[in-house]
T-cell receptor, first 117, second 112 residues
Framework: EAGVAQSPRYKIIEKRQSVAFWCNPI?????LYWYQQILGQGPKLLIQ????????DSQLPKDRFSAERLKGVDSTLKIQPAKLEDSAVYLC???????????????FGPGTRLLVL | SQQGEEDPQALSIQEGENATMNCSYK?????LQWYRQNSGRGLVHLIL???NEREKHSGRLRVTLDTSKKSSSLLITASRAADTASYFC????????????WGLGTSLAVNP
């Protein structure tokens, strides 16, 4: 079973530029998450999708961050304009729509490391 | 916002020793999960314990949960150099029990 795919793996941009990250979840997984992980901290949930609908985006800075999952499969996360404090690893995860453990376990991609100069 | 707080922040042990990490959380939970993160394999799920369970085992891992104290511990027995990683606890609250709130993690170094 292929894992969660993310691209790019690394990105360096200057502040005020825009950037986009792409995620393809595990096939059949209905729930998709985007996290921001700042060095030395745990992941912080930015947005959670169930199919193509948003379940939780309470911690998404909506003035500069946006995310979509138009067909309920892959997803993009965009930052525009970027700030220095956006430097972090952006993780995508997915979970299945089954019952019990498979529903509650999240499977993570390798992440995109963003550096804003 | 961070829910869990892991203790210690960093731990260094010799191969073959046991490693114990603790996690405290603030609100009522549906389940608590432990994940491992290293540069090679990213963030990987280790074990899930539900609020009505007190102890769970998986290979060399043993997790306990004390809901009265809002705390959990992860024990890794007979540690190996490959166990070197950061370990995070994450809690799922009632309601949206797929949403995880994460602690700051414990950095474990296992020295050969």
């Amino acid at each position: 079973e292929a894992g969660v795919a993310q691209s790019p793996r690394y990105k360096i941009i200057e502040k005020r530029q825009s950037v986009a990250f792409w995620c393809n979840p595990i096939s059949g997984h209905a729930t998709l998450y985007w996290y921001q992980q700042i060095l030395g901290q745990g992941p912080k949930l930015l947005i959670q999708f169930q199919n193509n609908g948003v379940v939780d985006d309470s911690q998404l800075p909506k003035d500069r961050f946006s995310a979509e999952r138009l067909k309920g499969v892959d997803s993009t996360l965009k930052i525009q304009p970027a700030k220095l404090e956006d430097s972090a690893v952006y993780l995508c995860a997915s979970s299945s729509s089954g019952q019990g453990l498979t529903r509650e376990t999240q499977y993570f991609g390798p992440g995109t490391r963003l550096l804003v100069l | 916002s961070q829910q869990g707080e892991e203790d210690p922040q960093a731990l260094s042990i010799q191969e073959g020793e046991n490693a114990t990490m603790n996690c405290s959380y603030k609100t009522s939970i549906n389940n608590l999960q432990w994940y491992r993160q290293n540069s090679g394999r990213g963030l990987v799920h280790l074990i899930l314990i539900r609020s009505n369970e007190r102890e769970k085992h998986s290979g060399r891992l043993r997790v306990t949960l004390d809901t009265s104290k809002k705390s959990s511990s992860l024990l890794i027995t007979a540690s190996r150099a490959a166990d070197t990683a950061s370990y995070f606890c994450a809690t799922a609250n009632a309601g949206n029990n797929r949403k995880l709130i994460w602690g700051l993690g414990t950095s474990l170094a296992v020295n050969p």
